[in-house]
């Protein structure tokens, strides 16, 4: 079946540190990818998406590109700022079931001053 | 504000006292859906509805219902709450209709504590 794996946090920083947060998934099809972002208690919010092979999201300094022949769409961020910090998933929908989302199981990032 | 809101934001019961969380959304929003989010296991779909009066189950519906009267609401109820349900529950939403690319709204939790 489908699914999301991610590296296990948490991934702590120092203040204008390079980011990097994998991601790999297992999907029949074509699916759509897409990297959300919870800050300290508050909900998910979309931070970017793919849709196809070699689409490159980015959105706030962040950005991760669609890798079909590794299956991977690791997220990137070359200086991170403390306000960074929060869980970041990665998540995936099948182009089959198109309603459907499919997370990993989320990455702790901690930046410190 | 386009937005998908929750109700209770904490909530804290008693094994087998019955309790609703609601959700509602302003998009005209097809598709509507219900998460827990449990530490190291990310998020978890529980039920989900296509449309008003559609539903179906997601991965883990066991212990939970839903109704979708309204397309704006979607509320999750728990008959007979037990500790196993302590957990982050969160209310998405998506537009339908097969574009697999659109993103989901998601509310702001609902931290439910069972004892």
């Known amino acids: 079946g489908n699914s999301v794996t991610q590296m296990e946090g948490p991934v702590t920083l120092s203040e204008e540190a390079f980011l990097t947060i994998n991601c790999t998934y297992t999907?029949?099809?074509?699916?759509?990818l897409f990297w959300y972002v919870q800050y300290p208690g508050e909900g998910l919010q979309l931070l970017l998406k793919a849709t196809k092979a070699d689409d490159k999201g980015s959105n706030k300094g962040f950005e991760a590109t669609y890798r079909k022949e590794t299956t991977s769409f690791h997220l990137e961020k070359g200086s991170v700022q403390v306000s960074d910090s929060a869980v970041y998933f990665c998540?995936?929908?099948?182009?089959?079931?198109?309603?459907?989302?499919?997370f990993g199981t989320g990455t702790r990032l901690q930046v410190f001053p | 504000e386009a937005q998908v809101t929750q109700n209770p934001r904490y909530l804290i019961t008693v094994t087998g006292k019955k309790l609703t969380v609601t959700c509602s959304q302003n998009m005209n929003h097809e598709y509507m859906s219900w998460y827990r989010q449990d530490p190291g296991l990310g998020l978890r779909q529980i039920y989900y509805?296509?449309?008003?009066?559609?539903?179906d189950k997601g991965d883990v519906p066991e212990g939970y219902k839903v109704s979708r009267k309204e397309k704006r609401n979607f509320p999750l109820i728990l008959e007979s709450p037990s500790p196993n349900q302590t957990s982050l529950y969160f209310c998405?939403?998506?537009?339908?209709?097969?574009?697999?690319?659109?993103?989901?709204?998601f509310g702001p939790g609902t931290r439910l504590t069972v004892l």
């Open positions: 509805s296509m449309n008003v009066e559609v539903t």
């Open positions: 998540a995936l929908k099948s182009s089959y079931n198109t309603d459907k989302l499919i």
């Open positions: 998405a939403s998506t537009p339908s209709g097969g574009a697999y690319y659109n993103e989901q709204f």
């Open positions: 999907a029949t099809g074509y699916p759509s």
